[in-house]
């Protein structure tokens, strides 16, 4: 037995139908053994009543102790197995289990599930290979809680270990055996969801400067270089704010919550609301993709950042295909191409926010935005660590621009509420900040706690009380709010205008990404949401509008209910991703709590209306968002043969595109 090992798996305990399952708590240190010889006679030492799970890992075995039960001894058969690694073979699986009663047990597939079998003590060393880092599958349950899958096998390799996971399971799965490889499960569509294989993002961590990575890139990329970084699909956005703004850099857009993971947020299209730039995606520069055979690819633009002769003698393992189209289809295409193992993306130098939030209406929105005014209001040109220096024009309301608002603001939104007439308008403008202003500011927005937010003075958070409270007592928050639209619906509309009104704010001010982010407590409410894209030109946005209202208006006549969140209109250039919105649009993202059982409903009334007052072709939807159902949906994307012909190239057998997937497209 040597060094103690990280990561020690959660071990529950359900000792009858009567008690609820526990975890059982650490004994020791884990210790890992070079072989299942060694890390048994380490077994033998240990307290008697103790449970020890023994698991094969690529360096050889680890043994973990648990503390067990005097008065009643843990048994293998109360054991819950979900969770538990499976030794480095999905199908033959390298985990044993010594029981209270010093029963050897070992986890077996039987061909549909897993069980644990008493065996006798093992004596030989298994000959096989430690294939790949697998768990016993669980039942995956998305964040809006609307969602739940069972995968048949669960993976969670490394990013090194993508590869060789991809091709065992082409090998080993039967032929037809579904992939989908999983983020952070903050999708309400069935975009993540597979009933074969789901690979889980914890152990996709890689994050390199370019001077970190193998010397492949071209050398004429100039003042790019020091804004190209490489980082595994499993990174958070949150972990990627941080590593960032360590380095002096800033992802120069962000939507609003940092949950995601890298790979699962790009290939849904997610996008802010700055209106020089389309979604998130754009800002992917080369990706590195796994196929189903395990063939490890690396996809850029034509003109990409890597150097194909460098590349070539430094990565033999790596196809290299630089082509618009490849590039194009990939950046938004919900996972069905295989498994992104990492992206380069380019971000910009670090820099503040400065958020505000002022009240207007309807009627107001309307008149100042008709006409493609919109265009004069949003839409700043330049870096946004150059415009910090540059304080923005401020509205007097009567020059054309929202009260208090910058006049051409970097990020601008809306957010109505679909029943009345209140109307929340929000600026986030770059803004500069002394060091000793820098120094108090953290990597989460304030909110959780309630004295250093007031500490940090009124500029420096969003409305210290509400956010706070949201913060902490969010599911009361909840509740409370789905009790009010179930027993009075009818107060609805002016519940959601009060809320609106709480979040009236002349400035706060922090590092970009907090103020891009509305707020733990907020994405923490349990929600549903759906965005559906509008084009800009001609207005059709406004016209979008009314229809949008009017939807709502007819939802209330005919089934008494309500939206039971407000609305936003966030605005999105057009893209060249093939599946992303090719024009510029104006994004209505429909907010509902979390128990709204109608919420798909008026979804499908809200696009339906759109649709005929705009013409289906114009009307698009956010790909891991709520998604109305029975209707395809390629007809809004001119270039979709393309897409569909570099989908079925790089995955011919179709094992990356689940059942939903291939109805909706
Ligand atoms: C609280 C909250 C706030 C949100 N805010 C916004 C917002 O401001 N703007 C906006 O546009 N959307 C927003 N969304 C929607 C959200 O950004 C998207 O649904 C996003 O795709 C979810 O990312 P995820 O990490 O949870 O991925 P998942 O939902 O788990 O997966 C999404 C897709 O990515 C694929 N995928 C994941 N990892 C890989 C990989 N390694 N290789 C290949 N494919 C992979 C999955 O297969 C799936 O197709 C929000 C959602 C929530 C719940």
């Known amino acids: ?255 609003g919550f940092d949950g995601q993971t890298l790979g699962g947020v790009f290939p849904t299209g997610t996008h802010g609301s700055i209106f020089t730039r389309g979604p998130l995606a754009e800002m992917i520069v080369s990706i590195d993709l796994v196929l189903a055979d395990g063939q490890l690819v690396r996809i850029e633009p034509a003109d990409g950042v890597t150097d194909s002769k460098a590349l070539a003698t430094a990565r033999s393992d790596l196809r290299l295909i630089q082509d618009d189209d490849h590039y194009h289809s990939a950046l938004i295409n919900m996972g069905t191409m295989g498994a992104v193992q990492s992206y380069m993306l380019e971000v910009t130098d670090a820099f503040h926010l400065k958020e505000v939030r002022t009240a207007s209406n309807i009627t107001e929105l309307k008149e100042k935005l008709q006409g493609g005014k919109i265009y004069k209001l949003v839409g700043v040109q330049g870096k946004p660590a150059d415009l910090e220096k540059i304080p923005p024009k401020i509205s007097d309301g009567k020059d054309g621009g929202f009260k208090d608002q910058p006049l051409d603001a970097y990020h601008l939104e809306f957010l109505i509420n679909p029943h009345s007439d209140k109307v929340v308008v929000t600026s986030r403008h770059p803004t500069t900040v002394t060091a000793t202003v820098e120094a108090e500011f953290d990597f989460s927005p304030p909110g959780r706690d309630l004295v250093r937010t007031i500490h940090r003075g009124a500029s420096f958070g969003r409305p210290a009380l509400p956010t706070w409270f949201e913060e902490n007592f969010g599911g009361l928050l909840s509740w409370g709010i789905d009790q009010i639209t179930k027993l009075t619906p009818f107060l609805t509309p002016s519940l959601i205008d009060s809320s609106m009104d709480t979040l009236i704010d002349d400035a706060y001010i922090d590092r970009s990404f907090n103020v891009f982010n509305v707020g733990d407590g907020t994405n923490q409410l349990p929600a549903l949401a759906a965005s559906i894209y509008v084009p800009v030109a001609s207005d059709a946005y406004l016209t979008g509008l009314d229809l949008v209202r009017s939807a709502a208006a007819n939802f209330v006549k005919s089934r008494h209910r309500y939206e039971t969140g407000p609305a936003s209109m966030r605005f999105v250039k057009g893209t060249a991703a093939t599946l992303g919105c090719g024009v510029d649009v104006c994004s209505f993202e429909f907010i509902f709590t979390g128990s709204t059982t109608y919420a798909l409903e008026m979804v499908e009334a809200y696009e339906a209306a759109l649709k005929e007052g705009l013409g289906a072709k114009e009307v698009r939807v956010h790909w891991g968002q709520l998604v109305g159902e029975g209707v395809r949906r390629r007809e809004g994307y001119p270039e979709y043969e393309k897409w569909r012909q570099v989908r079925d190239e790089l995955d011919p057998k179709a094992a990356f595109i689940n059942e939903w997937q291939e109805k909706i497209l």
């Open 1 to 255: 037995m040597s060094q103690p090992a990280a990561d020690q798996p959660v071990l529950r305990w359900k000792p009858n139908s009567l008690f609820s399952s526990k975890d059982l708590k650490s004994a020791a240190a884990s210790a890992q053994s070079t072989t299942l010889k060694e890390a048994l006679d380490a077994v033998d030492k240990r307290k008697a009543k103790n449970v020890v799970m023994v698991t094969r890992v690529p360096s050889g075995w680890v043994t973990y102790e648990y503390v067990g039960s005097s008065a009643c001894k843990v048994n293998f058969k109360e054991l819950l197995l979900g969770g538990l690694p499976l030794g480095g073979d999905p199908l033959a699986p390298q985990t044993y289990i010594v029981d209270g009663k010093a029963r050897f047990a070992r986890i077996v597939h039987d061909g549909h599930r897993y069980r644990l079998d008493e065996v006798p003590r093992p004596t030989e060393e298994p000959t096989g290979p430690w294939v790949v880092e697998a768990i016993v599958p669980v039942e995956e349950i998305n964040h809006g809680k609307n969602l739940t899958w069972l995968p048949k096998i669960t993976l969670r390799p490394s990013p090194d270990e993508l590869p060789a996971a991809l091709k065992w399971v082409n090998q080993n799965m039967p032929a037809g055996t579904k992939v989908k490889a999983g983020g952070s499960k903050h999708s309400w569509s069935r975009v993540a969801v597979s009933d074969g294989v789901y690979i889980e993002p914890d152990r996709m961590k890689l994050s390199h400067t370019i001077d970190e990575e193998p010397n492949v890139y071209r050398n004429d990329l100039g003042e790019r270089r020091g804004n190209l970084f490489r980082c595994g699909s499993g990174n958070t956005i949150k972990e990627m704010n941080r590593y960032l703004w360590e380095h002096g850099k800033s992802f120069p857009i962000l939507g």
